[in-house]
Each structure stands twice: as structure tokens, then as C-alpha cells.
């Protein structure tokens, strides 16, 4: 079976600020490791994705992810926070014995400050 | 192009009701995904269609969830004898071949038993 953790179901940080949001998994096969926004009232959309090859991934919006497999962890960064960040973050993993399911973390909410 | 496209985007029902909800995917994704987003369980993998079959439908709750999807296209979820319990978020998602491409997401349908 495979699971997800987001720690921090909140996070706030100031405009401009650092910006980590916190993912790690398990999973018995190598995972396939995605991160979705969520705006209010709206769907998911993908910001990035890991499959195979390069560790580090660039999204959109200038977010990316550092898949390290020694730590099972996924987390999701950008330098610099902007107002419109402000969102509900999700982490998933997929493999291939759960088929095409993706399994989410929690979700945190992000918060930024002026 | 076109996203994938949910409705009703809002549906207030009574218990004991039954409802239909529907998405249509992106044109020519073959795979089709339905989740559940709730306070109390979060983001919940319901059903997984590949063309018209349904490979996957171990997510779905009780007997009183049923889904198909005809055409290779449209899909309705449909819930019998609404419950309290049933009240959520229910989103769709598509992707081109199912695993390892992401999912997109649908704006999602808002159930609300009364």
C-alpha cells in the first residue's frame, strides 16, 4: 500500500519569503510523485511531477520538488512567495501495484502575508 | 482545448435521494478517474475507467455507488439513497492513457445532503 504525509496543514509565510512545503511517502515500488494546487471553490491542477531521471523538478509558477528516495520525501520549495501562492497543496504518489490511483497527502494550506 | 467539465457544479439533495453526477473528459483521454474530497477524509480515489471498463472500482464506498462511462467519453457516478455521510466534493479527472501520465482535474460537483 502506498501513503502519503504532509506536515503542516498550515503553513504562513510573508510575500517574498521561502517558501517549504513538507511531503513524504511510502511506497513498496518506485514511485511516480505529483504535487496539485487547489484555489478556492476550483479543481487541481498539477504544478509538477516526478517519473524517472532528474530528481530535481521544475513546475510551474516557479515551484519545484526534489524527489530524495534515502528520505522518502518529496517536498516542495520556491524562493520566493508571491500573494496569488496562497492555496491548498497536495502531494500524491501513484505506482504501479495501486494502478492509476493516486494516493494524497492531506493537503496544507498556504498562507502569505503582506 | 476544452478541460474536463463537471455537472451540476452544485447539487443539494435529501436523504434518500438518488443523484447523478457527470464529467465529461478531455477529448481523447482514455482514462478516467473519479475522487471523493471531504472534510473529514480528504482527497479519496473512488473509481478508475480505462475506455468503458472499469479496472479499478475498489475505492468506491458501498453498494449504493455505481459509475459507468459509455462512448469512451461521459461518465456519471451515480449515488442511491443519499446519506448524510455522502455530502462532499465528488471530482473527476482524465489523463491520456492512465498510469504514469498526470490527471487533470475537473472544478468538481459540491453534494449536499440534507
Redesign the interface.
Known sequence: AQSVTQLGSHVSVSEGALVLLRCNYSSSVPPYLFWYVQYPNQGLQLLLKYTTGATLVKGINGFEAEFKKSETSFHLTKPSAHMSDAAEYFCAVSGETSGSRLTFGEGTQLTVNP | GAG?SQSPSNKVTEKGKDVELRCDPISGHT?L?W?RQSLGQ??E?LI?F?GNSA??KS?LPSDRFSAERTGGSVSTLTIQRTQQEDSAVY?C?S?VT???Y???????TRLTVT
Not at chain 2, 498526470?102 to 468538481?108: A, D, I, T
Request: hydrophobic residues 30%.
Open positions: 474536463v482514462a478517474y475522487y480528504g482527497l480515489f478508475y480505462q479496472p479499478d475505492g471530482l479527472a489523463s492512465g498510469y504514469p498526470e490527471q487533470y482535474f475537473g472544478p468538481g
